[in-house]
């Protein structure tokens, strides 16, 4: 059974940081691309950032709504996939979903239908 289990969600004020999590399970992680994606209510999902499990293929790659302010990053001994969110905004709030490719390499262009694997999300609320 495949898991994707997001953490580390919560309400920060503007300018503050969290860090979420994906932990990962029941699929081949290793040659894959992770990313997160994030959804405001009223809003499409979009992309955020993507990072391919291995060493050698490219990315990773950042949305420009978050160029320099967000990095993923991960842990292969872990299977594990995170995104070091800093200097947090009032556009920023979301639901911020964990997504697993299901093989294949990671794109600029993070596409919804490209991943098979969702995870159930963790609220980002960010203050004023």
């Known amino acids: 059974q495949v898991q994707l289990v997001e953490s580390g969600g919560g309400s920060v004020q503007a300018g503050g940081s969290l860090r979420l999590s994906c932990a990962t399970d029941?699929?081949?992680?290793?040659?894959?691309?992770m990313a997160w994606f994030r959804q405001a209510p009223g809003k499409e999902r979009e992309g955020v950032a993507s990072?391919?499990?291995?060493?050698?293929?490219?990315?990773?790659y950042d949305a420009d709504s978050v160029l320099g302010r967000f990095t993923i990053s991960r842990d292969n001994a872990k299977n594990t996939v995170y995104l070091q969110m800093n200097s947090l905004k009032p556009d920023d709030p979301a639901m911020y979903y964990c997504?697993?490719?299901?093989?294949?390499?990671?794109?600029?262009?993070?596409?919804?239908?490209?991943?098979?694997?969702w995870g159930q999300g963790t609220q980002v609320t960010v203050s004023s």
């Open positions: 997504a697993a490719r299901d093989g294949g390499g990671c794109y600029s262009d993070l596409r919804l239908p490209d991943f098979a694997y």
């Open positions: 029941g699929f081949t992680y290793k040659y894959n691309c």
């Open positions: 990072i391919y499990t291995s060493d050698g293929a490219g990315g990773p």
